[in-house]
């Protein structure tokens, strides 16, 4: 996601505007894209401020509200899988992909990893000549 555009550029874009010039004509002049200065000027329009707004998501999620609950089932049963979890979450009326339980579990310093050391288990030796 790109950073927004600072806002001394903000004030001089909108300030040229102000003095009578087209929404074009300001995008040319300041090498900016016309929607840029059609969307500044409609957030001075909304919020009174040249302020970019947050961006990325606002809230934790669907998981979020469940985070408790998995945080709870980890801590009765020991261990369980991604799956079986997303199976739980399904009574519950979620609906969500393993992967996203996976990264809840990250998030909240939990591991799914069935190894107390946090290491991947080691792939099995052959026998010699086998």
């Known amino acids: 996601m790109g950073k927004p555009l600072p806002l001394e ?22 090498r900016v894209s016309p929607r840029f200065v059609n969307n500044l000027i409609n957030l001075r329009r909304q919020t009174g401020s040249l302020e970019a707004r947050r961006q990325g998501h606002v809230g934790g999620g669907k998981l ?13 049963t020991g261990e369980l899988t991604l799956d079986e979890l997303c199976v739980e979450l399904e009574v519950r009326g979620v609906s969500v992909h393993r992967s996203n339980v996976g990264r809840l579990l990250n998030r909240l310093g939990l591991s799914h990893k069935k190894n107390s050391t946090g290491q991947r288990a080691a792939a099995g030796r052959r026998a010699p000549g086998a």
């Open 64 to 76: 979020e509200p469940h985070a408790e609950f998995l945080r709870l089932r980890l801590a009765e």
């Open 9 to 30: 550029l903000r004030r001089r874009v909108v300030a040229y505007v102000d003095e009578g010039h087209g929404h074009r004509e300001a995008a040319r002049h300041f």
